[in-house]
């Protein structure tokens, strides 16, 4: 029972889920996506670079590869949260969600390559 | 690898870059949570962003001030729990990347790559010597002077080092790492086309056996000049074809035996290749008699074989009590008085101290002049360090066995047909020497002639072969006319010519040149650089090869040309 992969585990499959969840909806409802939930995917996101980094294989360079995108894009997403106007509410338009969300749902994608990296590699070990 | 490293030292930071995320990420959901309060009471919400920020500058305690309203008390005690934090995060994150930056091992990673790619941009042909340790640092210097790259390996760190401290011209990249290993004589750019040569110069036999090998299996048209002290591992190293293997005991036992054999062509041979520029000192001959050899190393073994065959008579002091067939022993170091009485010091010509050990060559040879005033002494220096030592004392021959295969690999390097004009010069008799030294004498009179080769190829020559190229008939004599005025000579001597590959020594005066030749000159470094004018610039080579001054320019031309079909036309 390895406790390091058991937590590298952990944070690829916690990025993927959280990701997935806030793309998850309408995607020019802002109801439908949770603010709480971008940052919750942002910060795993980035502890889940950091995990990858150093590792030699080919692999472990793909892994970096795919994190990196994903931090990209999610960067880029609360970039254009920042910059996006409200209405009276405090709502975000439908112009600048949908942005959002186009964004953070490229970088789910990446975050799905990992987690595929992930599961093949696992079911190649055999042990 | 340069993005490699970058990784591989990010992959230690890892505990402390995902505690500052953690930490930034509670600090930033707490600040967003918290309700502040706006200048009129109400309340008021950071953003994401902005909660960002004021982490941002808490955390690296720059701390501009509670933006863009004064905090709520609630505020403040969730501020004041993530200033500890943050900040002792920080400092954890600074830390653990500066202990990385002092990491040896993680340094050391970083200047062989660094290594590798200064090897890897040179562009020019360069040298690759393996060791510097004192006869690496002689060579080194010699190159240098020569305007010629090199690259050094040396497994002692503390060498590497010194290479930074010296005063040379080219940059000089070094690696410090065991040159037995192929690794790193690939890093080196054993492998690159611009490799011109290979030394092996480190003062273990066997590592410099392995250089010679691995230059021979992975690039093997490489020259290489290895050092080797032992005859095994010098005939070890012949068996697959090294080009030139010095043994420093066994060539001071040739010349040694030359000395004996025929002082005026030792004399000469030893005139060429000291030191250029210096002085000459005329040292006088070993006599022949009965000899002393303290010490029966491999130098003293050397020293023993030369002067046998010399047919003198030889008896030996050596500590060990194991006789040596055919030579008289004695037990006992000649330090002190006893063993050299014993061995016949009063009724001797000459003694030898050979040990490996600076002080007690230094204590025997005083010994021994004390009971015997008139001794040829002959000691051997291991240590450049003790140079003092052994000037003041001032023996008449002192062996210094870095000096040795220093001097041959500059000989070999710096002109390629004066081994074999030396060799040449080791054959001949004593006539012929002593004529040699006579118009030696005359040209440089007692200083240490510069010894150069010329070659009348098209890159190296390009006025003169072009002149040749022609069909003109060149004299010698042409090389050794002054660019100022043709009717003096210039003080250099033709000591060879070689032809398809063979060497003439001391070619006439009315020699024809061809395209192609190498001639070796002897003379001073002014004289040389004269000399290269008639060999590059076109109108210096005319002017000596006519007398006439040409007109360089296109309209001087036509009117000189005009000038001299007026002056035909009207007899």
């Given at each position: 029972?390895?406790?390091?992969?058991?937590?590298?585990?952990?944070?690829?499959?916690?990025?993927?889920?959280?990701?997935?969840?806030?793309?998850?909806?309408?995607?020019?409802?802002?109801?439908?996506?949770?603010?709480?939930?971008?940052?919750?995917?942002?910060?795993?996101?980035?502890?889940?670079?950091?995990?990858?980094?150093?590792?030699?294989?080919?692999?472990?360079?793909?892994?970096?590869?795919?994190?990196?995108?994903?931090?990209?894009?999610?960067?880029?997403?609360?970039?254009?949260?920042?910059?996006?106007?409200?209405?009276?509410?405090?709502?975000?338009?439908?112009?600048?969600?949908?942005?959002?969300?186009?964004?953070?749902?490229?970088?789910?994608?990446?975050?799905?390559?990992?987690?595929?990296?992930?599961?093949?590699?696992?079911?190649?070990?055999?042990? | 690898?340069?993005?490699?490293?970058?990784?591989?030292?990010?992959?230690?930071?890892?505990?402390?870059?995902?505690?500052?995320?953690?930490?930034?990420?509670?600090?930033?959901?707490?600040?967003?949570?918290?309700?502040?309060?706006?200048?009129?009471?109400?309340?008021?919400?950071?953003?994401?962003?902005?909660?960002?920020?004021?982490?941002?500058?808490?955390?690296?305690?720059?701390?501009?001030?509670?933006?863009?309203?004064?905090?709520?008390?609630?505020?403040?005690?969730?501020?004041?729990?993530?200033?500890?934090?943050?900040?002792?995060?920080?400092?954890?994150?600074?830390?653990?990347?500066?202990?990385?930056?002092?990491?040896?091992?993680?340094?050391?990673?970083?200047?062989?790559?660094?290594?590798?790619?200064?090897?890897?941009?040179?562009?020019?042909?360069?040298?690759?010597?393996?060791?510097?340790?004192?006869?690496?640092?002689?060579?080194?210097?010699?190159?240098?002077?020569?305007?010629?790259?090199?690259?050094?390996?040396?497994?002692?760190?503390?060498?590497?080092?010194?290479?930074?401290?010296?005063?040379?011209?080219?940059?000089?990249?070094?690696?410090?790492?065991?040159?037995?290993?192929?690794?790193?004589?690939?890093?080196?750019?054993?492998?690159?086309?611009?490799?011109?040569?290979?030394?092996?110069?480190?003062?273990?036999?066997?590592?410099?056996?392995?250089?010679?090998?691995?230059?021979?299996?992975?690039?093997?048209?490489?020259?290489?000049?290895?050092?080797?002290?032992?005859?095994?591992?010098?005939?070890?190293?012949?068996?697959?074809?090294?080009?030139?293997?010095?043994?420093?005991?066994?060539?001071?036992?040739?010349?040694?035996?030359?000395?004996?054999?025929?002082?005026?062509?030792?004399?000469?041979?030893?005139?060429?290749?000291?030191?250029?520029?210096?002085?000459?000192?005329?040292?006088?001959?070993?006599?022949?008699?009965?000899?002393?050899?303290?010490?029966?190393?491999?130098?003293?073994?050397?020293?023993?074989?030369?002067?046998?065959?010399?047919?003198?008579?030889?008896?030996?002091?050596?500590?060990?009590?194991?006789?040596?067939?055919?030579?008289?022993?004695?037990?006992?170091?000649?330090?002190?008085?006893?063993?050299?009485?014993?061995?016949?010091?009063?009724?001797?010509?000459?003694?030898?101290?050979?040990?490996?050990?600076?002080?007690?060559?230094?204590?025997?040879?005083?010994?021994?002049?004390?009971?015997?005033?008139?001794?040829?002494?002959?000691?051997?220096?291991?240590?450049?360090?003790?140079?003092?030592?052994?000037?003041?004392?001032?023996?008449?021959?002192?062996?210094?066995?870095?000096?040795?295969?220093?001097?041959?690999?500059?000989?070999?390097?710096?002109?390629?047909?004066?081994?074999?004009?030396?060799?040449?010069?080791?054959?001949?008799?004593?006539?012929?020497?002593?004529?040699?030294?006579?118009?030696?004498?005359?040209?440089?009179?007692?200083?240490?002639?510069?010894?150069?080769?010329?070659?009348?190829?098209?890159?190296?020559?390009p006025a003169l072969?072009g002149v040749?190229?022609a069909?003109r008939?060149?004299?010698?004599?042409t090389?050794?006319r002054s660019p100022a005025d043709r009717n003096?000579?210039?003080?250099?001597?033709?000591?060879?010519?070689?032809?398809?590959?063979?060497?003439?020594?001391?070619?006439?005066?009315?020699?024809?040149?061809?395209?192609?030749?190498?001639?070796?000159?002897?003379?001073?470094?002014?004289?040389?650089?004269?000399?290269?004018q008639t060999?590059r610039n076109v109108k210096v080579c005319d002017y000596v090869l006519t007398g006439v001054d040409a007109p360089a320019s296109w309209v001087g031309q036509k009117l000189s040309v005009a000038v001299r079909a007026a002056a035909a036309g009207?007899?």
């Amino acid at each position: 029972m390895n406790l390091e992969k058991v937590i590298f585990g952990f944070f690829i499959l916690l990025a993927a889920t959280l990701n997935f969840g806030f793309v998850y909806g309408d995607i020019d409802n802002p109801l439908h996506h949770n603010q709480w939930e971008f940052f919750a995917a942002l910060v795993v996101n980035i502890i889940a670079t950091v995990l990858k980094f150093g590792d030699r294989t080919h692999v472990g360079a793909i892994h970096l590869a795919t994190s990196l995108v994903a931090f990209i894009q999610l960067v880029a997403a609360a970039l254009v949260w920042f910059f996006a106007e409200t209405d009276a509410a405090g709502l975000l338009s439908e112009r600048a969600m949908s942005e959002i969300v186009s964004l953070a749902a490229g970088a789910l994608l990446a975050n799905i390559v990992s987690v595929t990296i992930l599961i093949v590699e696992t079911t190649l070990q055999r042990r | 690898m340069g993005t490699g490293v970058l990784f591989l030292g990010l992959r230690h930071l890892r505990a402390p870059i995902i505690m500052m995320v953690a930490i930034f990420a509670l600090g930033v959901a707490g600040l967003v949570l918290i309700p502040g309060a706006d200048a009129s009471g109400a309340a008021w919400h950071m953003n994401f962003t902005q909660a960002l920020y004021f982490m941002s500058y808490t955390a690296t305690t720059i701390g501009f001030g509670e933006i863009p309203y004064a905090f709520t008390d609630t505020q403040r005690l969730w501020v004041t729990a993530m200033i500890f934090a943050s900040v002792l995060g920080w400092a954890y994150l600074v830390g653990s990347l500066l202990q990385l930056a002092r990491d040896e091992a993680f340094r050391s990673v970083l200047t062989e790559a660094a290594f590798t790619r200064r090897i890897r941009s040179i562009r020019e042909p360069f040298y690759l010597v393996c060791g510097f340790g004192e006869t690496g640092f002689l060579v080194g210097r010699s190159l240098d002077r020569m305007h010629r790259r090199f690259v050094i390996i040396d497994i002692d760190p503390s060498r590497v080092l010194e290479l930074n401290l010296l005063d040379l011209v080219q940059d000089a990249p070094g690696l410090c790492a065991d040159a037995r290993l192929p690794v790193h004589l690939r890093e080196a750019g054993l492998t690159k086309p611009e490799c011109m040569g290979v030394l092996a110069l480190t003062n273990d036999d066997q590592v410099n056996l392995a250089v010679a090998m691995a230059v021979r299996l992975l690039n093997p048209g490489t020259p290489v000049l290895a050092r080797a002290m032992s005859r095994e591992v010098a005939a070890n190293m012949a068996s697959f074809g090294t080009d030139h293997i010095i043994n420093p005991f066994t060539r001071f036992g040739s010349h040694l035996a030359l000395a004996l054999a025929a002082p005026a062509n030792h004399r000469l041979i030893s005139w060429l290749t000291a030191l250029p520029g210096s002085d000459f000192e005329l040292h006088q001959a070993p006599p022949r008699g009965h000899w002393v050899v303290c010490g029966y190393g491999r130098f003293g073994r050397a020293v023993v074989a030369a002067l046998r065959d010399q047919g003198l008579d030889v008896s030996v002091n050596d500590p060990g009590e194991r006789p040596i067939d055919g030579l008289r022993t004695f037990v006992g170091m000649g330090t002190e008085a006893e063993p050299l009485l014993a061995a016949g010091i009063r009724e001797s010509v000459g003694i030898v101290a050979g040990t490996d050990d600076d002080i007690t060559n230094l204590s025997i040879v005083v010994t021994a002049r004390e009971l015997h005033a008139g001794l040829f002494t002959v000691v051997r220096q291991n240590l450049q360090a003790n140079n003092a030592l052994f000037e003041a004392f001032d023996a008449d021959i002192t062996m210094v066995s870095s000096e040795i295969v220093a001097n041959e690999c500059i000989a070999v390097l710096k002109t390629p047909y004066l081994a074999e004009f030396l060799a040449l010069a080791r054959s001949q008799d004593a006539a012929w020497a002593n004529r040699a030294l006579e118009r030696l004498g005359m040209v440089v009179g007692t200083r240490v002639p510069e010894i150069w080769s010329v070659s009348l190829s098209a890159d190296r020559s390009p006025a003169l072969h072009g002149v040749l190229a022609a069909g003109r008939a060149v004299e010698l004599n042409t090389l050794t006319r002054s660019p100022a005025d043709r009717n003096l000579r210039l003080p250099v001597l033709a000591l060879g010519l070689a032809r398809n590959g063979q060497l003439r020594a001391f070619p006439d005066d009315e020699e024809l040149l061809a395209p192609g030749d190498e001639l070796l000159f002897a003379g001073t470094a002014r004289a040389q650089q004269e000399q290269s004018q008639t060999l590059r610039n076109v109108k210096v080579c005319d002017y000596v090869l006519t007398g006439v001054d040409a007109p360089a320019s296109w309209v001087g031309q036509k009117l000189s040309v005009a000038v001299r079909a007026a002056a035909a036309g009207k007899p």
